[in-house]
């Protein structure tokens, strides 16, 4: 051997050592979790650098790791971001009281972490008792962010509001909550000033309005403002007069009659809004008032309008006064005309949700098509992320829409009705979904449907080289289809499946795969308890939970929900999850 070449090697490999105080200040300064991680690994000194440096913390699967185990890692956390139930919960396909409960992670905080500054929960099963439990033992505690969590009420929004004396952010979004009452609100101590983002849009009870008003009177740098559809737009001017430096604005509901004086002021309110970035509400807008928001609109990057069933005249005249857009959300009564006009208006769109406005009505002719998704991708080159809810759709229009945006990163198309074939052809969708596969290169998440066989999964596992994260559901045909996806793509993390003719074959194919993944989820799929069993002996390592809800007379298992884990077996399972050991 070459001893040049060997010193070579040894020069190129020897890490740089720094002073322990030098190494702790470089490894501050990053805020990646993933860059941190990697670090971690570098060394010895620069895996406890990196430990004692650490403020933040994502976690996502809370059956992962034991909190015990996340304090003895990292002994100064200040901010922790917290995930819980599968996201197939969104759609109710995980059975109520199935876990996920906060109050055991905040035990072990309040010991561990006095000094916890910041919490975000997501699809975590949050009580009262938590709240009062979070609002009383974390005395610097200043930002709280809910998001689809449930089990807890306005009661507890009390608790937070009374003892939090250095509240900066309150979100509450899209929760499964108790709204007893808006009294909350008056909770907050009156000389309250540091709050930057309050949101309880997703809330339904009236407020107190005038407790709203001195709040946001005294926040002076209040940011973000999300109120929900019982403010009025009377209510609402008031507010904006009192708050124009905010930079996100959710408003009320739009049903109010102004009177000409009225709707002078709240347009006067919106053009002395000079920082608006971002829009979202205007429940029930109607085509009378929609005008008083066009001077905000000049400098909005995001939009969101998926509370508002505009037409899409509307639509038109609303997105011609944003020239700055990059993020869309909408219903899909603007229909095709609709986005045919942010196509001609919105030249800087990078994002693009579409949602049904009735997602369980199969007989509406109405919503979009695949013509206003390739207008869209035809006016909207830098267009990469797309969640995309229609009835129908076609091979070819796939292909081209891709060919337009082949910097995708984010594809989720959902044609309504299950097993749906191009509309055209009545061909399968394999080869629109490959054409995304082999276009769009950085491609991280991919949600499929209409009607598929094998071959799609074969692109996918042939091509999606950087996929993460991959959803199906009504597809495929045989076991090979999910080999072919744990086979074939190195990077994948999350697998979501439902519905679909993959057994015992394809489960085991993945034995070694899933080790390195987040989570595997199965439903009504062929699996049987047989096939899970054979897991979880294989694979020690993981926790291999089985839902059935009721027996079935060929014994295959409703629900199967596999995830690795450092933490063994969770104890909190209730009867109707049976973990395999």
């Not at 005395?139 to 929004?157: E, I, P, Q, V, Y």
Request: aromatic share 8%; proline share 5%; hydrophobic share 40%.
């Amino acid at each position: 051997m070459d001893p040049s070449k060997s010193r070579d090697s040894a020069e190129s490999t020897r890490v740089i050592q720094f002073p322990s105080d030098v190494l702790e200040r470089i490894l501050s300064l990053i805020d990646s979790h993933r860059d941190r991680s990697a670090v971690s690994l570098v060394s010895k000194a620069w895996y406890n650098a990196e430990r004692w440096t650490r403020r933040h913390v994502f976690i996502g699967n809370c059956y992962a790791v034991s909190p015990q185990i996340v304090a003895h890692r990292f002994p100064n956390i200040r901010s922790v971001m917290l995930k819980g139930k599968p996201r197939f919960s969104d759609f109710n396909l995980v059975p109520p009281n199935w876990g996920a409960d906060v109050h055991a992670w905040l035990a072990v905080f309040a010991d561990r972490y006095p000094l916890l500054e910041e919490l975000r929960l997501k699809r975590m099963t949050v009580t009262d008792e938590s709240l009062k439990f979070l609002a009383r033992k974390f005395r610097n505690f200043r930002a709280l962010s809910l998001l689809s969590c449930d089990g807890f009420s306005t009661n507890g929004l009390e608790a937070i509001a009374t003892d939090c004396r250095q509240l900066t952010e309150l979100d509450i979004q899209e929760n499964g909550i108790d709204d007893i009452n808006g009294n909350w609100l008056s909770c907050f101590p009156e000389n309250l000033t540091s709050l930057e983002v309050l949101n309880f849009a997703s809330l339904s009870s009236d407020v107190n309005f005038d407790a709203l008003e001195r709040l946001v009177s005294q926040c002076k740098s209040l940011k973000i403002l999300k109120v929900n559809k019982n403010i009025t737009l009377e209510q609402l001017q008031r507010l904006l007069v009192r708050a124009p430096q905010l930079t996100e604005l959710g408003t009320g509901s739009f049903l109010q009659e102004l009177t000409a004086h009225q709707y002078e002021e709240l347009e006067r309110a919106f053009i002395g809004c000079k920082n608006l970035h971002a829009l979202s509400g205007s429940w029930e807008a109607t085509t009378p008032y929609l005008p008083v928001l066009y001077p905000a609109c000049t400098n909005l990057t995001f939009l969101n309008l998926s509370y508002a069933a505009l037409q899409s005249e509307e639509l038109a005249k609303l997105v011609a006064h944003c020239p700055r857009l990059q993020r869309l959300w909408v219903l899909d009564t603007i229909e095709d005309v609709g986005l045919q006009a942010v196509a001609l208006n919105c030249p800087l769109l990078e994002e693009l949700r579409v949602f049904p406005a009735d997602p369980y009505d199969q007989d509406i002719n109405q919503g979009v098509t695949e013509s206003g998704f390739l207008a869209v991708s035809l006016g909207c080159h830098k267009l990469h992320y797309v969640l995309y809810f229609c009835r129908r759709m076609t091979n070819a229009a796939v292909a081209r829409i891709v060919q337009n945006c082949p910097g995708f990163t984010h594809f989720r198309l959902c044609i309504m009705k299950p097993g749906q074939p191009d509309y055209l052809t009545n061909e399968p969708m394999d080869e629109g979904f490959g054409a995304v596969v082999k276009t769009c290169t950085n491609l991280r998440r991919l949600a499929v449907s209409g009607l598929l066989t094998d071959l799609t999964f074969e692109y996918i596992g042939r091509y999606a080289k950087n996929l993460e994260a991959l959803s199906v559901a009504f597809a495929g045909g045989s076991d090979r289809g999910m080999q072919c996806i744990l086979d074939g793509c190195p990077k994948l993390r999350k697998l979501e499946i439902r519905d679909c003719p993959f057994g015992n074959g394809a489960l085991l194919s993945g034995q070694e795969k899933y080790e390195s993944m987040r989570s595997l989820w199965m439903s009504a799929c062929r699996v049987t308890l047989n096939g899970c069993k054979l897991l979880a002996r294989q694979r020690p390592r993981l926790n291999v939970e089985v839902m059935q809800d009721e027996e079935t007379d060929d014994g295959q298992s409703y629900k199967v929900y596999v995830y690795r884990t450092v933490a063994g077996p969770r104890t909190d399972a209730p009867p109707f999850v049976r973990t395999l050991q």
